[in-house]
Each structure stands twice: as C-alpha cells, then as structure tokens.
C-alpha cells in the first residue's frame, strides 16, 4: 500500500482579498485528486478558521507560532497590504518574511513561498499609499529570488494555484524517485519554478538581450508619447470647438426657441462624444505601450546587474535611472491636465440628454484615464527605486562615490 505525506499550506492574506480563498482551497482539493494516487496529500491551514488561541505579545505572535508548523506559504494580495504589526507592514508581510527564512529549510525550498498578487484597477478614490506599499512589496521579491503570479479573477487564481501545486508534486516526487527521504531533500533540493512555463509555451522574454530591449523601449516610449499627443489634441479641439460655440450656446439658452437650443447643445454634446471615442482609444495604447516600456527596462536592468562588470552595471543603469526619473513629471503633469479638464467639463449643466450623455461617458473616460496615469507613476516610482537598489547591490563603496 502507497504512504502517503500530508504537507500544510499556510494561507496568508489581508481582508481584501477574502472573497477569493474558496478558490484557493478548492484548487488544493482539485490538485489533490491527481496528488493522493502518487503519495502525496496538501491541506490547507487558514489561521482565520483554523487557527487556535492562546496567550502571545501580540495577536501577530500566535499566529506566528502555528505557521511555524507549515511546510509551504500560499499569499494572496490585493489593493491593500493589511494592518501594520510591531515589526512588519503588516501580518502578511510578516508572514512571507518568516516563510522566506524557513524556505532555506523547507523540502520544497524557495517553491515553498507562493505569493499571487490580483490586478487591481485604481481609480480617484484608491488610496495611492496603500498601493504603493503593495507594489514596494512586489518589486522587493524578485531580486531576492522570490517569483510571484498576477491574476484578475478565480479562474486565473484557480490555474497559479494548480500549477504551483503541480510543481511542489513534482519537488516531492523528484525526492521520493532519488530514493532521499524528506530531512535529505532538505538538504538537496532541485529549485523548480512554480510559475515557470510549460515546455510547450512561448519562449521567455528573458532570451531577449539587452539591443532587443532597448529597441522595445524606444518603441513604446514613442508611441506611448504619440498616444498621450493624440489625447492633449482631442482634449484641446474639444475646447477650441465648445468656446467657438459658446457665444451661439449662450444666445440659445437665453432663446425661447427650444429647438435651436437643443441643436445646438446637441452638436456641441457630439463633440464631446468623439473627444470620448478618441481618448479612450489612445488612453488604453497609452497604458499599454508605457506599462510594456517600463517592463522592458526592468528586464535591461536585470540583465545588465548580471552580465557587465560592476563598473559597466553602474554607469548603464544609472542612464535607466535618470530615464524613469525624466518620466515621473511627464506622466505626473499629463495627468494632471486631464483631471482639470474633467473639472471644466463636470461643470457643464445638464441641458439635454444627447449631452448628459456624452458629459458622463467622456467623465468616466477621464477618470479611467487619469487612474492609470496614477498606476503608471507608481510603477515607475517603484522601478526608479528597483533601479537604484541593484546599484548599490551591485557597487563596492569606491564605486558609488
């Protein structure tokens, strides 16, 4: 008869995401009908149901006594990182950091760390903040060899959370087949890749070199440059054409000809349509194109940490430096001439529905625009930052004065 190893999975995470456990769960029972045939077994220990209490410094402290029994981490994480403990951000990022340690131990080794971030679309109201904490958090990871998965709903949760089960049976399996017990494969361990690809897939971007990169960053960087001119002038003509009408607008409100003045509110409410039409179209190129550029610098600097001489590293990432710093205030000023013009345009009455209409479509537009521009600076901040710390990762003291 085949003996079976139960492993445990600790469920870490703050509220926000708590709609989005039954699919953690229900992905380990699913990975489970393929893993208990082959002598393995996961469940899943959630310190909010499962967890028992007792007397600790801090509520943190007690859960940290019954994670430490754990032999892998699971994260979920959304807009918010959670409530601050005595040491950490937060009892989630506690929780990851206390994993991160253990994993120099664990038989599953750094896999044992699994970490999902959900894309979250911020909007005026997000506390920018809170979000920059999150994404601080993610740009921290990768370079200390912690991968992590982004996913927008439960299916796409459901399919990381199969996978990086799929790779921890192939870790166990790997140990079993060597004929290694566990406190062995402790010891030596294969690193698998829980998000890595499937051999069939598309090749990485990694094979890319750093010409490549630079080429897609030029690229993108001028289109997305083009887009953001294709907004300012859809914004500016609406402008040219709503005071060139105002002289008739005003003659109409004061006219008792209803009918002039709703055709002439109307003509002006097609207008601010087409300006609606447009800048979506080039918000979402724009959002596109930058968020590729800025993930294509990422790639240039990792490479050139890895591959030049520490000399060489500094001089060429501290170009990307002062490229994402000259982005900031682009971005920052683009921003904020579309939100005063949202201002402008919310003032406008409400004088016939073909307008109202198209003032609230062409508010939602901006609103949608101006949140991604909000996520972009954020995203640049965080790789300026990245930029630096492989830098000083990188450079002997001599070679940073």
Not at 5 to 33: C, G, W
Not at 77 to 86: F, N, R
Not at 322 to 330: C, E, G
Request: hydrophobic share 40%.
């Amino acid at each position: 008869m085949t003996r079976t190893i139960q492993y445990t999975i600790f469920l870490s995470r703050p509220s926000d995401v708590e709609s989005h456990m039954e699919a953690v769960k229900q992905a380990v029972l699913d990975a489970n009908l393929v893993a208990t045939p082959l002598g393995v077994r996961f469940e899943v220990f959630d310190w909010r149901t499962d967890a028992t209490p007792g007397l600790a410094s801090e509520p943190q402290a007690r859960v940290n006594e019954q994670s430490d029994h754990h032999d892998a981490l699971m994260a979920v994480i959304g807009g918010t990182l959670g409530t601050p403990t005595a040491s950490h951000a937060s009892g989630t990022v506690e929780e990851i950091e206390r994993a991160i340690t253990k994993s120099a131990t664990s038989v599953f080794g750094q896999n044992s760390v699994m970490i999902f971030f959900k894309d979250v679309q911020l909007s005026l109201n997000s506390d920018l903040d809170e979000a920059k904490r999150v994404q601080d958090l993610k740009s921290g990871l990768g370079p200390r060899g912690i991968l992590y998965r982004a996913f927008g709903d439960d299916d796409a949760l459901r399919e990381g959370v199969l996978r990086c089960i799929g790779v921890l049976i192939a870790t166990h399996l790997s140990a079993s087949d060597s004929g290694r017990t566990t406190e062995a494969a402790d010891q030596e361990r294969t690193e698998l890749s829980p998000l890595a690809s499937q051999s069939d897939d598309p090749p990485e971007p990694e094979e890319l070199g750093i010409l490549d990169y630079s080429q897609i960053i030029t690229e993108r960087i001028d289109a997305a440059t083009q887009s953001t001119s294709q907004i300012q002038q859809a914004l500016e003509s609406l402008g040219r054409q709503t005071t060139e009408a105002s002289s008739e607008i005003s003659a109409a409100i004061s006219s008792e000809d209803n009918s002039k003045k709703k055709r002439i509110i109307n003509e002006v409410a097609k207008s601010i349509d087409a300006c609606a039409t447009s800048i979506e179209g080039s918000g979402e190129e724009m959002r596109a194109q930058f968020g590729g550029a800025l993930e294509a610098i990422r790639a240039v600097i990792d490479i050139q940490a890895s591959d030049l001489s520490p000399e060489a590293a500094i001089e060429e990432i501290n170009i990307v430096i002062q490229m994402t710093a000259s982005l900031d205030p682009t971005i920052e000023t683009t921003g904020s001439q579309i939100a005063d013009f949202g201002n402008t345009l919310a003032q406008l009455p409400r004088l016939t529905k073909e307008l109202n209409s198209a003032k609230r479509r062409l508010l939602k537009v901006i609103e949608a625009l101006v949140a991604d521009l909000a996520t972009l600076r954020i995203e640049n901040a965080s790789l300026h930052a990245y930029a630096i710390s492989r830098n000083q990762s990188r450079a002997s003291p001599a070679l940073l004065n």
